[in-house]
T-cell receptor, first 117, second 117 residues
């Protein structure tokens, strides 16, 4: 079974500062994918960034980067230069590989990020 | 840019009534998913669907739930006899492939908020 843990229910950051949102995972799969989604107050799920378990480089997408430490089973999201529009719920999710797993995502509990002006 | 659409955006129903939530996945996608999110909680997998049959389902997806792809474009979730605890946001998602590739994003629809009174 796969498990995602986000231990920070809420985080606060000053505008223009960087913030790290924590995510640890547990899986017995050798191949897996890790995702981060943003959920603003409007409710939609917005894909931010993806990291494959065999990717040697940490993923980056604009202001988002993923600090992937495979041995520690962590996949922390780093948001640089925070903006007021970054205030939202952030979910870490995992997708297993092959076998009977047809791509379902397992989500963590989420972290509410509040960006202060 | 192609997107997943869901209708209705909000559905209010009486306990015991049947509801059908509709989704139109991205046209060249082959794998379809339903997730739900009870207010303030994490997103939970319900079911995945491929090649006109359920490929995986969670323990939440009991006999009250069913899915169908009636016409090659729509993908529906039916709840036969709604309960108060079915009140949640229901997300449809689709992807080209489930896993096994280094990158395969699951595109989420905007969600249907179901309220059971």
């Amino acid at each position: 079974a796969q498990k995602i843990t986000q231990t920070q229910p809420g985080m606060f950051v000053q505008e223009k500062e960087a913030v790290t949102l924590d995510c640890t995972y547990d899986t017995s799969d050798q191949s897996y994918g890790l995702f981060w989604y943003k959920q603003p107050s409007s409710g939609e799920m917005i894909f931010l960034i993806y990291q494959g378990s065999y990717d040697e480089q940490n993923a980056t997408e604009g202001r988002y980067s993923l600090n992937f430490q495979k041995a520690r089973k962590s996949a922390n999201l780093v948001i640089s230069a925070s903006q007021l529009g970054d205030s939202a719920m952030y979910f870490c999710a995992m997708r297993g590989a092959g076998g009977t797993s047809y791509g379902k995502l397992t989500f963590g509990q989420g972290t509410i990020l509040t960006v202060h002006p | 840019e192609p997107e997943v659409t869901q209708t209705p955006s909000h559905q209010v129903t009486q306990m015991g009534q049947e509801v059908i939530l509709r989704c139109v996945p991205i046209s060249n996608h082959l794998y379809f998913y339903w997730y739900r999110q009870i207010l303030g909680q994490k997103v939970e997998f319900l079911v995945s669907f491929y090649n006109n049959e359920i490929s995986e389902k969670s323990e939440i997806f009991d006999d009250q739930f069913s899915v169908e792809r009636p016409d090659g474009s729509n993908f529906t979730l039916k709840i036969r006899s709604t309960k108060l605890e079915d009140s949640a946001m229901y997300f449809c998602a689709s992807s080209e492939r489930p896993s096994g590739s280094s990158y395969n994003e699951q595109f989420f629809g905007p969600g249907t908020r179901l309220t059971v009174l």
